[in-house]
């Protein structure tokens, strides 16, 4: 879907027909290959690989990241109805091309879901044998990856995603980085500045991966980053493929753990997508594993990041296979009801996380324009709360005061970052408004009061309910104020989608 709309995105979508070969035989049977060019030198294809028998059509369709048979056909030359599942994870997933052969050309037509309008397209005749899935490299036995020592309090840093998508490039990155070092979040604890996918180029001869045009030199780039005593992430895929299509590390997992070494990479996020062309859900701790040795036989401290959406309880088993921070959820969208959704749905993992070893329920959305000031100190504080990664994911470079604020402020940043690393949870919800606490070091307590609807209310939490008896200091991090003690009850107007962080410390 991320692929789709990415495609979809400014500048990267023209459809062009790289090379044709004669027909084989006529009819629809043969390889087919729809190509769709970026202006960073790299090309996606859709391969259709097809077999005509009379009216009916067999074969398999390969997009960026899914590999779909096809089951059911009608229809011939003049005018075909071609479906194609695949088996991902636990769901079923299933394509619907239409389509006619018009010349020495495949014109076909999908839609990305039912009630949306169909995406038309173009394949022309390819290689036989380009595009196959390569063949599946059996998982390795499991065993115990050791600690990497990394990420004691959860990361802090930027990801280009939710802002550049496949916009970014090695000229933004030093700009993000020039921001984040001279902008007050290098001092408050930002460190790591990640590219996220669509950096990737294809592969040289010995197999070592490549970057696109959009970044010349990526080991300049970590130069000029560490210059700023920042760090540098990156991305892939265990798959053939990343989400966006791009060339992931299937195959190359030591190599380009040695390539990311040698660059001077200190971070990867490593994302399942193209994976699960291969492999079930179940396999995913053992290839997950493949890079966490890898990483760790370069012997630089690279922090470990994976994502696959919190499948198969990741939470379980992802410090054993060597990571340092998993996606808990899906993508998240720069909207209340996906931040919110995410957020307050962490409430169970809490028991996994710990120095080291973090959930992560997703970049921030911070400052990208769709949430209002009121929301984003929520998604903070929330985060601060749950102890989560903060990765920034917004435009440093161009950013209000009051979401400079919002993103540095230090009393929050400091339950986020709190020693212990015991993620917070919710002590109590009634309709729209919850209470969550985290435990802090030295004996203090963050209490936030989140109000879920739209509407202001007038929350009160009885200090006794949440196991605080006697007097203690109560400090307002959002007001950056203490309150006077009032007594076994606080009472506080929070604001529609709003929150009171506060931080109780006994005296
Ligand atoms: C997936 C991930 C996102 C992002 C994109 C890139 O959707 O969950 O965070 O990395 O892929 O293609």
């Known amino acids: 879907m991320l692929a789709l709309s990415l495609l979809a995105g400014p500048g990267i979508a023209t459809v062009t027909a790289r090379q044709s070969n004669p027909p084989m035989g006529g009819g629809l049977t043969g390889n087919w290959a729809v190509r769709t060019a970026s202006a960073d030198g790299t090309t996606r294809s859709t391969y259709f ?8 059509v067999t074969g398999s369709i390969r997009t960026t990241q899914f590999y779909y048979v096809i089951t059911e056909s009608t229809g011939g030359p003049e005018g075909f109805s071609l479906i194609a599942t695949m088996k991902d994870g636990k769901s079923d997933r299933r394509v619907q091309y239409e389509g006619k052969l018009v010349g020495n050309e495949l014109h076909l037509t999908t839609r ?46 930027w990801n280009s995603w939710n802002k550049f998508a496949g916009r970014v490039d090695d000229a933004t990155v030093r700009s993000i980085a020039d921001a984040m070092a001279s902008n007050g979040m290098k001092e408050a604890g930002y460190l790591y ?22 970044f010349p030199d990526m080991k300049a780039l970590a130069d000029y980053v560490h210059g700023k005593g920042l760090k540098l992430g990156i991305y892939s895929s265990p798959g053939p493929n990343t989400c966006a299509g791009y060339e992931g590390s299937y195959g190359h997992e030591d190599q380009d753990a040695r390539t990311y070494a040698a660059w001077g990479i200190d971070y990867l996020k490593y994302d399942w997508c193209g ?30 990041s994976l994502c696959q959406y919190g499948r198969l309880d990741v939470w379980k088993w992802g410090a054993d296979v060597g990571g340092n921070l998993w996606r808990t959820t899906g993508d998240i969208r720069d909207a209340w009801d996906s931040m919110s959704r995410i957020g307050f749905g962490q409430n169970d993992l809490a028991p996994y996380a710990k120095p080291g070893h973090w959930n992560d329920p997703d970049m921030l959305e911070i400052g990208n324009g769709h949430m209002s000031d009121i929301e984003y100190k929520t998604h903070m504080s929330l985060w601060s709360i749950l102890a989560a990664p903060l990765l920034a994911g917004n435009d440093l470079r161009s950013m209000s005061p009051e979401i400079v604020g919002i993103l540095t402020n230090r009393e929050v940043i400091a ?5 212990d ?19 802090l ?8 009061l989140f109000n879920r609807s739209t509407e202001a209310a007038k929350m009160s939490v009885r200090w006794a309910d949440i196991g605080i008896s006697g007097n203690a200091k109560l400090r ?14 606080y009472s506080a107007t929070v604001p529609g989608h709003g929150v009171v962080l506060l931080r109780v410390t006994w005296l």
């Not at 173009?122 to 899935?133: D, F, H, L």
């Not at 010995?206 to 045009?213: C, D, S």
């Not at 339950?415 to 020693?419: A, F, M, R, S």
């Open 193 to 214: 500045i990640n590219i996220d996918d669509t950096w990737e180029g294809g592969r040289d001869a010995r197999g070592n991966i490549q970057t696109n045009k959009k």
């Open 415 to 419: 339950v986020d970052q709190d020693k």
């Open 49 to 56: 690989n097809l077999k005509q028998e009379g009216s009916r």
């Open 421 to 439: 690393g015991k993620q917070g949870m919710r002590v109590w919800k009634s309709g729209d408004q919850e209470i969550w606490t985290r435990p």
């Open 441 to 448: 070091s030295g004996g203090a307590l963050a209490v936030g």
């Open 476 to 489: 307002d991090l959002w007001l950056h104020q203490d309150i006077p003690w009032q007594g076994p009850e």
């Open 275 to 304: 994976a699960r062309t291969l492999y079930t859900d179940e396999e995913m701790p053992a290839i997950y594993q493949k890079m966490g040795d890898a990483l760790q036989a370069t012997r630089r401290p690279i922090v470990y």
């Open 112 to 157: 990305r879901r039912p009630d949306a309008p169909p995406t038309e397209m173009i394949a022309q005749r390819a290689p036989e044998g380009e595009g196959v899935m390569p063949p599946r490299i059996p998982p390795p036995a499991l065993h115990k990856v050791p600690d990497n020592g990394l990420a004691r309090t959860p990361p802090m840093g």
